[in-house]
């Protein structure tokens, strides 16, 4: 079955770097899209990042320059840098999956179907 493990969250200050990672297994992840996505309580998810199987890249206005979306098809793993951290990154970011998908990800919650459990990251001010 799909799994998705996330990792790499914690607490920093302003102006630190985070680097997250999301484990997969149970598809052929070369040819999936996968996102980063964001949820802070009370409100909508938020599509942080995507990239499709082809290397594309699609990013929230809010963190384009600061953060970059990659991934390593020999290892199966999605990753999340981030750097620049403002407090309103904080949140709990998941990795997400759409397996065996041809061209642009987009970065809607609702069209990606296999979500990982989330590693929470906190910004201090």
């Known amino acids: 079955q799909v799994q998705l493990v996330e990792s790499g969250g914690g607490s920093v200050q302003a102006g630190g770097s985070l680097r997250l990672s999301c484990a997969a297994s149970?598809?052929?992840?070369?040819?999936?899209?996968m996102g980063w996505f964001r949820q802070v309580p009370g409100k909508e998810r938020e599509g942080v990042a995507s990239i499709d199987a082809g290397g594309y890249t699609d990013y929230a206005d809010s963190v384009k320059g600061r953060f970059t979306i990659s991934r390593d098809n020999t290892k199966n793993i999605l990753f999340l840098q981030m750097y620049s951290l403002k407090p309103e990154d904080t949140g709990m970011y998941y990795c997400?999956?759409?397996?065996?998908?041809?061209?642009?990800?987009?970065?809607?919650?609702?069209?990606?179907?296999?979500w990982g459990q989330g590693t929470q990251v906190t910004v201090s001010s």
């Open positions: 149970g598809y052929t992840f070369r040819r999936a899209c």
């Open positions: 997400a999956s759409i397996p065996e998908t041809i061209g642009f990800c987009g970065r809607r919650p609702g069209t990606f179907g296999y």
